[in-house]
């Protein structure tokens, strides 16, 4: 829960006979779901999928949606990972592959990564929608995230990189699930939408790419309310509902 707090009343004279009376915010009040309280003059919502799901009072409702996304994970050895030590991280096109699941545009594949179990794994997600991917309760996404996500987007995906990659010795194939917002500009929102208020969400399936440099730039436009970057902030500005 987010709460305005602290209000101060100010006058200022606009005529002679006439006198302007307004508020000035001092600071917001956060109450997590455990009771803790924070304050904070300023704050900066980086919700991601949850900003439509949960409650905050200083946030008019955004134009996003929030979609279901698969991905496989191939577990491989430590003999394997020193095999592919100079795999690059590859984006590949539909065009370029054969018997893609429904509506994918392509497919992202990532070098081999440490994770905290302490494996070595592979990971190859899609691009584009999935089927009937849009999500529109908090409980769904509760429920996406405790399944084993899209079964063909991880029985074809996975063959495929088994299939790409000469003599890939794997151990074990498991389906990983997350969520990803997109909005109508293709392009993350950036805003300061109030003195008080910044967000910076919606990362278009594209988050991990960006997210160092949106956090930059939305940091700084909360803190001092100046953008700094060479892209135009109109570019980056929140569409609501």
């Not at 100010?10 to 304050?39: A, D, P």
């Not at 691009?127 to 899209?150: A, M």
């Amino acid at each position: 829960i987010i709460t305005e707090m602290g209000h101060v009343l100010k006058e200022k004279k606009v005529l002679s006979n006439s006198t302007l009376s307004y508020f000035i915010c001092v600071y917001w009040q956060i109450i997590t779901e455990k009771g803790h309280v924070l304050k904070a003059k300023k704050v900066l919502f980086c919700t991601g999928a949850f900003t439509e799901f949960k409650k905050f009072d200083p946030l008019k409702k955004l134009k996003i949606q929030v979609n279901k996304e698969t991905a496989a994970m191939l577990r491989i050895s430590e003999e394997e990972k020193d095999r592919l030590s100079s795999m690059p991280t590859l984006l590949m096109f539909r065009n370029d592959l054969a018997d893609m699941p429904a509506a994918a545009k392509g497919a992202y594949i990532l070098p081999p990564i440490k994770y905290p179990d302490g494996h070595w794994y592979l990971k190859i997600g899609h691009l584009g929608t999935q089927r009937n991917p849009e999500v529109g309760t908090l409980e769904e996404i509760k429920e996406w995230y405790y399944s084993d996500g899209d079964q063909e987007v991880l029985d074809k995906y996975s063959r495929f990189l088994i299939d790409i990659i000469p003599g890939l010795k794997v151990k074990e194939v498991t389906g990983k699930t997350c969520i990803t917002c997109d909005s109508p500009s293709d392009l993350p929102y950036i805003d300061r939408i109030s003195p008080t208020v910044t967000v910076a969400v919606v990362g278009n399936g594209r988050g991990a790419t960006i997210c160092d440099e949106v956090g930059r730039i939305a940091a700084e436009l909360s803190l001092t309310g100046k953008w700094n970057s060479e892209l135009p902030p109109k570019l980056f500005e929140a569409i609501f509902a």
